[in-house]
């Protein structure tokens, strides 16, 4: 009787350490609350270059073009979260000193894909937001990014957001908020 109790304790702990988050090291995992915010400080100090780009350009990814490379060529850090089912997930980056220039971009992956920049060779969707030259119509100029992702389906997925800067940029302070709406 006691080696059957064993056999299914063990079971039963295996189960729940293979079901665990499995995030690549240079990502930090974040733990977002339905109908609520997180917020997270950062440090672009924390990160690294990611020299080449060319992942975001693809047509496989399509996350921003060659002409805006020179926005994300400062350090890049990670966070992942994932997207439950039927729900919208909200990023926004602010840098800590309003007059730096940051960048945001997310790219959104099957539950079981771990893939990292410059690696990337497809995914779901990819969303980027970075500092406009020129104002757009309907977007007020500031220095806070904004990306959106919307699940309609019935599975989970996992989300890498990146934050970064311009060239040259090795060590700039921000927050990231995520919101999770279902």
Known sequence: ???????????ITVSIASSAQSWPTSVTGITTIANDSVVTEGNLSTGKIISDL???????????????????????VFYGITIKPGSIVKVKAKPANNTEEISLYGYMMDKNDYHMVPALEQ???CEADYKRDKPMKGKVLTDEREIEFRNPTTETYNIIIGVSAPKGVAERKFSLMIKTVI
């Open 1 to 11: 009787m006691k080696k059957i109790i064993m056999i299914c304790t063990v079971f």
């Open 54 to 76: 060319r992942w975001a350009s693809s047509s496989a990814v399509a996350c921003f073009t060659t002409s805006q490379f020179h926005r994300y060529q400062g350090n890049h």
């Open 123 to 125: 995914c779901i969707t």
